[in-house]
């Protein structure tokens, strides 16, 4: 069993950053992509972001231009950097780890993010 750490998370006014790191357990070039997905209060689990093994991303619309994930394959961590941060992105973030051969994603236990003055 892979576990995924996330650290990060806390109180930040809104135009401000945060950066999220994401620790697994294994190597994870294991994994066909890494991401980071969002609930926000009232609302169903998101996709934020993710990177594939081959180094592509892709973002929700939402987040575009603001939100960077990115990965160090050396350091089995995962990263999702997050700037001019809004109200609206106030949400518990989780890591994600999604598995070949269909097999069901790891998760990590998340990490909340609070946007407010």
């Known amino acids: 069993q892979v576990q995924l750490v996330e650290s990060g998370g806390g109180l930040v006014q809104p135009g401000g950053s945060l950066k999220l790191s994401c620790a697994a357990s294994?190597?994870?070039?294991?994994?066909?992509?890494m991401g980071w997905y969002r609930q926000r209060l009232g609302s169903q689990r998101e996709l934020v972001g993710r990177?594939?093994?081959?180094?592509?991303?892709n973002y929700a619309d939402s987040v575009k231009g603001r939100f960077t994930v990115a990965k160090d394959n050396a350091m089995n961590t995962v990263y999702l950097q997050m700037d001019n941060l809004k109200v609206e992105d106030t949400a518990v973030y989780y890591c994600?780890?999604?598995?070949?051969?269909?097999?069901?994603?790891?998760w990590g236990q998340g990490t909340q993010v609070t946007v407010s003055s």
């Open positions: 294994e190597s994870i070039v294991q994994f066909k992509s």
């Open positions: 994600n780890a999604e598995r070949y051969s269909f097999r069901p994603p790891y």
């Open positions: 990177v594939t093994g081959y180094g592509v991303t």
